[in-house]
């Protein structure tokens, strides 16, 4: 099963840190784009910040300066360190990867989610 597996979410003060990590499943054999997306209540999902398998990344204008996205790509990770935080950040952030599995082409998968929630 082609699975990404995300952890690190949780309550955090404004002001705060946390890193966010994902993982993909050994089927996934090359990954090209890997990143982050968020959902607030009753907004659409939301690119945060994604990164090519050679290292370019991209950031959304209201995370930039805040948030790093790295990648381990000899391990299929993809890391959101996110410092800085703000009540706004607060959503359920998505791992998304570009992946391609044993016997199949190139497809875009989601983990789970985890929840970030950014409170006093």
């Known amino acids: 099963q082609v699975q990404l597996v995300e952890s690190g979410g949780g309550l955090v003060q404004p002001g705060g840190s946390l890193r966010l990590s994902c993982a993909a499943s050994?089927?996934?054999?090359?990954?090209?784009?890997m990143g982050w997306y968020r959902q607030a209540p009753g907004k659409q999902r939301e690119l945060v910040a994604n990164?090519?398998?050679?290292?370019?990344?991209y950031y959304a204008d209201a995370v930039k300066g805040r948030f790093t996205i790295s990648r381990d790509n000899a391990k299929k990770m993809v890391y959101l360190q996110m410092n800085s935080l703000k009540p706004e950040d607060t959503a359920d952030y998505y791992c998304n990867a570009q992946a391609k599995a044993e016997g199949r082409s190139y497809l875009y998968y989601w983990g789970q989610g985890t929840q970030v929630t950014v409170s006093s």
């Open positions: 990164m090519s398998s050679r290292g370019s990344a």
């Open positions: 050994r089927r996934i054999v090359s990954i090209a784009d």
